[in-house]
């Protein structure tokens, strides 16, 4: 993440993401990461970026607005302070934990404000909810979704690939793996995006509610669950989803 101090009006600082292939070392500008979004309002903190002095001292919080250059979107990141610093111990009371991560540490909230269109401008780029594509050898084409919000994102029904949605990440069949990359290379020449570009567009592979066995060993009832979902990028599947394309889901879910 490369961060400095904002010169746009309304914003503190600005962020660009770069993305390290990580099979041949290729400089990817083309997205955002969510996930590392959350570090950039306590890093510019910590580091100087953002003066200490305009915190309330009567506030245990701090909300920073941040630009993204990759997207150039807004972003507001909420998280803990203590004596003028960033507050993520793990012994914070507001330290939490996330499925596919070890440990804890205090909450950090990210608002995405306007997260349609980060790349092509459009919610839907291809301009259908669903679009056709056939994989190799196969005359039977596979039903996807192209979204982008926040990040572009391609959606596919894991039963379409004859695998079930509760595949833990080191399960994916090497087939699988490979069906995937085609839809994704598809689904980005659908968008107008470069198909060689591994950061983009995300896939995920999506099911109904079911119960599963998560990564830590815990048994997930199918009661508690709304929608299951693994998500991949740069053909490795994610231990826990990443924030960009959970909330694309999000906002996918929301659509009739």
């Not at 993305?19 to 580091?47: E, M, T």
């Not at 301009?127 to 926040?150: H, M, Q, W, Y």
């Not at 998560?214 to 929608?227: K, N, P, T």
């Amino acid at each position: 993440m490369l961060v400095s101090r904002s010169q746009r009006p309304g914003i503190d600082v600005e962020y660009t993401f770069v993305q390290v292939g990580i099979k041949d070392g290729a400089i990817d500008l083309s997205g955002n990461c969510g996930n590392l979004s959350g570090a950039v309002g306590p890093y510019a903190l910590a580091s100087g970026l953002y003066d200490q002095r305009r915190i309330d001292p009567e506030s245990s919080s701090l909300t920073m607005s941040l630009w993204n250059t990759n997207t150039n979107k807004k972003i507001n990141a909420t998280f803990p302070v203590k004596d003028g610093q960033p507050w993520l111990s793990d012994s914070s009371d507001q330290a939490i934990s996330v499925d596919g991560i070890s440990g804890r540490a205090s909450r950090i909230t990210v608002d995405y404000l306007e997260p349609g269109g980060a790349r092509t401008g459009k919610l839907f780029p291809t301009g259908n909810k669903f679009d056709p594509v056939a994989l190799p050898g196969s005359d039977e084409p596979i039903r996807i979704t192209c979204l982008d919000c926040t990040n572009p994102t391609v959606y596919v029904q894991a039963s379409s690939l004859h695998v079930p949605s509760t595949l833990l990440p080191d399960a994916f069949p090497s087939t699988t793996l490979q069906q995937l990359e085609h839809l994704r290379m598809s689904g980005a020449r659908l968008m107008g995006l470069d198909p060689t570009a591994q950061s983009q567009p995300k896939i995920a592979i999506v099911g109904p509610p079911t119960g599963y066995t998560m990564i830590s060993g815990e048994e997930m009832e199918a009661s508690s669950v709304d929608l299951v979902i693994r998500a991949l990028s740069m053909q490795q599947p994610h231990r826990a989803v990443p924030m960009t394309v959970a909330m694309a889901t999000a906002v996918a879910a929301r659509v009739p």
